[in-house]
């Protein structure tokens, strides 16, 4: 998971960059299942007895009047709240799946996880951060 921080995600400025960095995250992170953030995100919702899904983003907004509409449907989506934004509307994600591991010598989907493996230095993500 990716967090990112902003003043306001709901701008067409944040937007942009959330989208540059979600195209760049899909185009070059290798053995990605899925990728999914406020960008791709999918909009269902129920009408009478029929479920629409849709994309949250048909086209990406040029005018405000656009962006309102978007940041008005995400808002009425409890799903997205404390997943693909905060209440605060100052972080959003991305969602990284990665594809399943499989060693091809040996079939099995746990190779790789041996105590055999270095141990990595993970830093603490809000030490990493950057605000956009």
Excluded: W
């Amino acid at each position: 998971m990716v967090v990112v921080e902003t003043k306001d995600i709901f701008t067409l400025n944040s937007l942009k960059k959330l989208q540059k960095l979600h195209t760049s995250l899909q185009d070059n992170i290798p053995h990605l299942n899925d990728i999914t953030s406020l960008i791709n995100a999918r909009n269902t919702r129920g009408e009478g007895e029929s479920i629409i899904v849709e994309d949250l983003f048909d086209t990406f907004p040029r005018t405000q009047e656009e962006l309102q509409k978007i940041k008005k449907t995400a808002l009425n989506n409890k799903m997205y709240e404390n997943l693909l934004f905060n209440t605060a509307l100052n972080f959003t994600t991305i969602i990284l799946e990665p594809s399943a591991y499989e060693d091809q010598e040996t079939g099995n989907e746990l190779a790789g996880f041996g105590e055999d493996i270095v141990e990595e230095n993970i830093e603490f993500l809000s030490q990493n951060c950057k605000r956009i």
